[in-house]
């Protein structure tokens, strides 16, 4: 059997990558997907602390069930911005949308 | 090493690997379809994790739906499509160390931590079980039906947004 901590590295990896592009990304939309990434790492740590340790109790796997949700509605109403912010602006770039900063 | 131990650095490999080519890569389509391959890496882990339903849950909802709804996105924003990707902005070292040193910090704890080393076995009716607590009013029923809520306001304010006025 693979070893818990393979999986805990594997998603701390995957965070860390996910992290990596929400900083450094200049476009929403890969803003967006690194964001995804970030959520996908924490669903599989969710779903290895749940096989490791609880798997007959149900809990780990509704956790992650909701950042399912969590996730699709984030990805709906970002792409929603980011459309709408295209339309109005032409541009995706964060540093050129800063109607709101001050 | 045996055979769940190789898929695990099989599918961990095509994860962190189409993962970088996300953060990294110049072309923003391209970078869509390697997000998908990420999330066919994430639903080979699932499989290892004996979480059957969340493997197919991470094909149908994330490689069907969000990737294909991100895609939609990059198309929707033509002219950015159409010129490669900016350069990452100035500080992207900084983000490097930074996301390095999360990885160094975390994986020694991973790594030092003596986590139980057998687990249980998971039970046949699994996913039954996961169904049962997301409407057991002793559950999840409270979360599940705000989660739903949710859903539903996210999807309604996305259309208000995108809305031609």
Redesign the interface.
Known sequence: MVPLNWYLILSAALFCIGMYGVVVRRNAIAILMAIELMLNAVNINLLAFWRYHEPVAATGQAFAAFVYVVAAAEVAVGLALIDAVYRRRRTVDPEEINLLRW | M?A??AL?LLF?VI??GA??A??VGRN?FH??LW?LL??FG?AG??V????P??AA?QLF??MG??GI??I???M??R??MRQP?????E??WL??I???A??GV??WL??Q?P?????????EN?IS??G???VDPE??AL??EV??V??VM??I???M??RER
């Open positions: 045996t769940q131990q695990f961990g994860t962190l993962a970088l996300v953060v923003l970078t869509a997000l990420v999330f994430v882990i699932y290892l994790l004996e979480a339903f969340f849950a909802i994330y739906a969000i709804l991100i939609f996105g990059v929707l924003t002219r950015v990707l900016p350069r990452a902005n500080q992207w983000a490097a930074m996301a390095v999360l990885l975390l994986a991973a790594w931590q986590w139980t080393a057998a687990a249980a076995a998971v039970p699994s079980l996961l049962l607590a997301l559950g999840f979360p599940f989660a739903s949710l859903l996210a999807l304010g996305a259309v947004i995108v």
